[in-house]
Structure formats: C-alpha cells, structure tokens
C-alpha cells in the first residue's frame, strides 16, 4: 500500500488522450489523463466510466442529450452504451477516470488514438 500524490502523477507525462494506470481496485482501474481538445465520439458496450476533473474544465458531450460541462471536483458517470464526446474547455484539463481493466480508451472505434497497453505512473 502506497499514497498516491495527484500533482506529482500528472507532472509525469505530457502526452494527451493516454491515460496512464495510477492503481488498481479489484478489477476497476484508475487511470490519471491529460485531455486537450476534442477527443471522438464513441461507446463502450459493458463498460461504465467515472471522469472526474482535477483540473482544468470537461465539456462531455452526448448524442442524445445536452451536454455536460464539468470543473474541477466534479465528475461524470457515463453508461455503458451510450455515446460520448469527451472534449478539454480552455487549455488542458486533468481527469481521473474510473473504470474496470478491460476498458479500451476509443470505445467501440479503433484508430490511432487507440492505446491497447496502459503505462503505470506510480
């Protein structure tokens, strides 16, 4: 057992829409992400993800509903399902994502943003 200390994981990497394995809870991951820009619109159909902003603003949008802007201590819980657009308001936005393992980061759509091997920061 470890402490995780939140700035220090985020000033490892500078890379965006790669999120990074921060610890493990039973099948669940945290993952830490730095998001700049729009990401693309996709699903995932089993898995629910939890994003929450550390820093920075998250718009999150949705095909079939308005979408959600989120500030930092907020977060988002989207359904397995449903189709979303992540997108970083402003500059960079930080986020912890909860999620179980198996949890592709493009969903149901495979490009070249598509990371199949997570890196750890801690």
């Known amino acids: ?14 890379d ?3 999120p990074k394995v921060a610890g493990d809870v039973g099948y669940l991951q945290v993952k830490l992400a730095k998001f700049k820009g729009a990401f693309h619109w996709h699903h995932h159909d ?7 902003v550390v820093k920075g603003r ?3 949008g949705f095909r079939d ?3 959600v802007e989120l500030d930092p201590g907020e977060f988002i819980i989207v359904p397995h399902g449903v189709e ?3 997108e970083a308001l402003g500059d960079e936005c930080h986020v912890i994502l909860l999620e179980p393992n198996t949890t592709l980061n493009t969903g149901n759509v495979e490009n070249a943003q ?9």
């Open 46 to 52: 089993r898995e629910d993800e939890l994003f929450f």
């Open 84 to 86: 979303h657009l992540p």
């Open 58 to 60: 998250l718009r999150m």
């Open 16 to 18: 965006h829409w790669n």
């Open 65 to 67: 509903r308005p979408a």
């Open 114 to 122: 598509t990371v199949r091997e997570l890196a750890r920061v801690t």
């Open 1 to 14: 057992m470890k402490k995780v200390n939140l700035a220090d994981a985020f000033l490892k990497f500078s």
